[in-house]
């Protein structure tokens, strides 16, 4: 079974310029996560999907950011305009939908590294 | 909010010895889950060991073990028997279990590295 994966696995791009980040969840996995990780800091969440739903975007940094999972399958990340400050790994995962609080556990892609100059 | 402390950024251990890796968390919640990520080198994060906290029974997984306390709001994760593999980093992380939010709340992590 294939594991979550992502793409690209390494960005560099200007300040100002645009990068989408795109994560393939597990098959069959209804929920999808991202998080982020800036350098020498924790892993923050940014927001999960059920299918194609948002069901928490709690974690969105601000409107420069935007997430979408077209069909309930891939889901995209888009950054634009990059800023300095949204270099760091981020990080796909995806999990089964179960109803209710199940601690299901979250299965992680690689990441992207994106680097803004 | 949740958070989660990691007070040790690196750890060392020789091989074959054990080590153990800290983790608090602070929460006003009497349900919940917690989780040990590790994420070797250039590779993707995987989960280790998952603790859910209505059960007294510490999680144990081969090699891997984590002590707990409930009430001290630790959860501390032993490797026995280290080897060169374990080498990675190594993330605790929180998730309610009220219903609400499914996100995971990690830690800052801690560096292992297992000397021959």
């Known amino acids: 079974e294939a594991g979550v994966t992502q793409f690209p696995s390494h960005s560099v791009i200007e300040k100002g310029q645009t990068v989408t980040l795109r994560c393939d969840p597990i098959s069959g996995h209804d929920n999808l996560y991202w998080y982020r990780r800036v350098m020498g800091k924790e892993i923050k969440f940014l927001l999960h999907?059920?299918?194609?739903?948002?069901?928490?975007e709690s974690g969105m940094p601000n409107n420069r950011f935007l997430a979408e999972r077209t069909g309930g399958t891939y889901s995209t990340l888009k950054v634009q305009p990059a800023e300095l400050e949204d270099s760091g790994v981020y990080f796909c995962?995806?999990?089964?939908?179960?109803?209710?609080?199940?601690?299901?556990?979250?299965?992680f892609g690689p990441g992207t590294r994106l680097l803004v100059l | 909010a949740q958070t989660v402390t990691q007070s040790q950024p690196e750890m060392s251990v020789q091989e074959a010895e054990t080590v153990t890796l800290s983790c608090t968390y602070d929460?006003?919640?009497?349900?919940?889950?917690l989780f040990w990520y590790k994420q070797p080198p250039s590779r993707q994060m995987i989960l280790v060991i998952r603790q859910e906290a209505y059960k007294q029974q510490n999680a144990t997984e081969n090699r891997f073990s984590v002590n707990f306390q409930k009430a001290a709001k630790s959860f501390s994760l032993k490797i026995s028997d280290s080897q060169l593999g374990d080498a990675a980093m190594y993330f605790c992380a929180y998730r309610s279990a009220s219903g609400g939010s499914e996100k995971l709340v990690f830690g800052k992590g801690t560096k292992l590295t297992v000397n021959p």
């Open positions: 929460t006003s919640e009497s349900d919940y889950y």
């Open positions: 995962a995806s999990s089964p939908y179960r109803t209710g609080p199940t601690g299901e556990t979250q299965y």
């Open positions: 999907f059920v299918k194609e739903s948002k069901q928490d």
